[in-house]
């Protein structure tokens, strides 16, 4: 088995990183509320969404990219970037605020950015879309900030599972018409509890 490269980063401490034998390449798994920036060209980021979204970040002239895997917290109605920004568009901007700024620390440059963005499935009976709203404040985020979605593949009933190839921007995209288990729906249900309980610290701080 070869090595899984060494951690650019102790802020990335906590990610699983594992050798991918399907792909028979490096790679780091996300959990929902994890983000994770690989400066290998070699490493893959995966994930599998239900309601949460993920933004695919890469830069094709630094060769560098990065994952983040979120949902906006419930219980308010998101009120944009104004004054009263809203506990939801705050959490929301420092999930995408940390990843790119992850990225312009190791040589990116704002305007070689580029997003491809997943998720936001109903997934979860009986519950509200918050796939939807994750959706929604994710192509706004984008427009604000000037950053183009180059694709998507987002809503509908399914879970997604995503390989994102960081270095190149390429993305493989599974949906998942039947779970095997629980642990997906398990998972972001211990996300979202997390979330009704947690502060997000700070002013909001937008790109230039």
């Keep these: ?122 997934v979860m009976a009986g519950m509200s879309d918050v796939g939807a709203r994750n959706i929604a404040f994710l192509r706004r985020y984008a427009r604000e900030e000037g950053l183009e979605i180059l694709a998507e593949d987002v809503g509908g009933p399914w879970p997604r599972k995503v390989v994102f190839f960081p270095a190149s921007g390429r993305v493989r995209l599974k949906k998942l018409v039947s779970l095997h288990n629980n642990t997906l729906l398990e998972r972001e249900q211990d996300y979202r509890r997390r979330l009704e309980g947690e502060d997000v610290a700070g002013d909001v701080e937008l790109f230039e």
Aim: hydrophobic share 40%; with cysteine; net charge negative.
């Design 1 to 122: 088995m070869s090595a899984v490269p060494e951690l650019h980063d102790g802020a990335f401490a906590h990610i699983n990183r594992y050798w991918d034998r399907m792909n028979n390449a490096p790679a780091a798994k996300l959990l929902p509320g994890e983000c994770y920036v690989s400066v290998s060209s070699a490493e893959l980021i995966t994930t599998v969404l239900g309601s949460c979204v993920s933004a695919c970040v890469w830069s094709p002239k630094a060769g560098v990219g990065g994952m983040n895997h979120f949902m906006l917290p419930e219980g308010e109605r998101d009120s944009g970037w104004g004054p009263a920004v809203s506990n939801a568009t705050r959490y929301g901007t420092h999930a995408m605020e940390f990843l790119v700024n992850e990225l312009l620390k190791l040589g990116a440059e704002r305007d070689d950015l580029r997003i491809k963005m997943f998720g936001g499935g109903r």
